[in-house]
């Protein structure tokens, strides 16, 4: 998921926090000790801080809530953030809570030493927290997930009305998909409209995240992407119908997915809930059009996990907050503080006030559709509300290194310079004598 831009650290990077880092047995205070009584002030980091609010958001809400505690934010390059923090941690020169943008480096950290137990803040949240047991190694909690975004289909009901065609009702497979998307496409070019079917991001995440949460017995670390071929098949034949632009035309001309969808050039598009914040921004400021649009959960992968009776099987890493075990115990304390207020409801709801997906969706889904621009209809909120979300990088040791050589793949197949089968194979076979023999 490329909201959450990765670096390539590998496990060399966490042989060098182990050298340069401190121990996970660092200095750890219950949650329940609270903050100091004193002033004390934090550093937390972020990203792109003039656009993305979240992080002001959650520091001066926890600061309203303790008056005592001063968040200070530090701002890094969203791209290189990875490469800037293990660099930073090396060098103790990190803040005192830090971002985990997604779990492809999780290990890196957690391996390194890098991270304080947080277990007492886990065990004092609700169960309505999502990704918790994500950031859990050895039963112990090592990071708290204070976002949790998960992929929904959006939609465009004024294309949708425009080609005659009735509303995602919850209930497609991947093939009902293909079908609709083509469909839209034909009837939206007898009509005049320069618009397709729907719009696929050139990341790897908008075929292979699906494939691995909704296959059954798909594993990353096994080795065997078999699992890939019936989602790149029908990615290809999308393509090769005209019903979404190709991978090339993608790259070659640096479309946005934002500009696709918001600009009306694309009746459907997968994305992960973070779009929602983005798109009601856009139709505020006219950087997009202003059209009815709703969500639906992603297509699934049979008819037994479709309908509103069911749950939908998606997939999307949490965005957690780690504490740096360089710093002091009262600190940590703090810390904690922080950590379990930016988790629970009262971030929550601060989070869901400026459009972000909170990782309790369930405690804000009335906050979230009462922002002016969202939709109002029932599968909506339920496709926002309702999914069984998994990891796109299941935490392990492999996970960098089998992401990175299946992104090769993506981009093989996708631009047309290598079959899926054989890409498959070529992978199978990297994987097999460049990562997992490590």
């Avoid at 709703?294 to 907050?321: C, K, R, Y």
Wanted: include cysteine; charged fraction near 15%.
């Amino acid at each position: 998921m490329k909201r959450l831009v990765s670096a390539a650290l590998g496990l060399t990077a966490a042989a060098s926090l182990l050298v340069a880092g401190c121990s996970s047995g660092s200095p750890a205070a219950s949650a329940s000790a609270g903050v100091p009584s004193g002033p004390t002030t934090l550093t937390l980091a972020g990203w792109t801080l003039s656009t993305t609010p979240e992080f002001k958001a959650l520091a001066d809400g926890f600061h309203a809530a303790h008056p005592n505690v001063t968040v200070q934010l530090k701002e890094y390059d969203a791209t290189n953030y990875d490469t800037q923090m293990i660099a930073d941690l090396a060098a103790h020169s990190a803040p005192d809570i830090y971002v985990l943008k997604n779990l492809k480096n999780f290990y890196t950290y957690q391996s390194g030493g890098q991270l304080v137990d947080v277990s007492d803040v886990a065990k004092s949240l609700g169960s309505g927290v999502g990704g918790l047991s994500d950031y859990q190694v050895g039963g112990k909690a090592y990071a708290i997930p204070y976002r949790q975004d998960s992929w929904v289909l959006f939609y465009n009901k004024a294309l949708f009305d425009k080609a005659g065609i009735a509303y995602p009702d919850g209930s497609w497979t991947w093939d009902k998909y293909v079908s609709i998307s083509e469909q839209l496409t034909a009837a939206l070019k007898d009509r005049g409209s320069k618009a397709v079917g729907d719009y696929q991001h050139i990341w790897q995440s908008t075929v292979q995240g699906f494939a691995l949460a909704q296959t059954p017995g798909a594993k990353l670390t096994s080795g065997d992407f078999s699992y890939l071929k019936p989602y790149y098949d029908r990615a290809l034949a999308l393509q090769n119908a005209g019903a979404q632009p190709t991978f090339g035309t993608v790259s070659t001309n640096k479309l946005t997915y934002q500009a696709q969808f918001g600009k009306q050039q694309a009746a459907m598009m997968l994305m992960g809930t973070w779009y929602i914040a983005t798109l009601l921004k856009q139709q505020r400021t006219g950087d997009a059009d202003t059209f009815q649009w709703g969500m639906a959960p992603a297509p699934q992968f049979d008819a037994s996990t479709t309908g509103t009776s069911a749950t939908p099987v998606t997939f999307g890493d949490p965005t957690g907050l780690g504490i740096n075990p360089a710093i002091s115990s009262d600190k940590v304390s703090a810390a904690k503080a922080f950590l379990e207020y930016a988790a629970g409801v009262q971030g929550a709801k601060s989070l869901a006030a400026i459009g972000i997906t909170p990782a309790d969706t369930a405690a804000v889904a009335s906050d979230f559709f009462s922002l002016k621009g969202m939709p109002s209809d029932s599968l909506s909120k339920f496709a926002f509300s309702t999914h069984d979300t998994k990891p796109e990088n299941p935490v392990s040791k492999y996970t960098t290194g089998l992401q990175d050589l299946l992104n090769d793949l993506h981009t093989a197949v996708m631009s047309g310079g290598k079959g899926i089968d054989g890409a498959i194979s070529d992978a199978q076979s990297r994987a097999k004598s460049q990562v997992l023999n490590q």
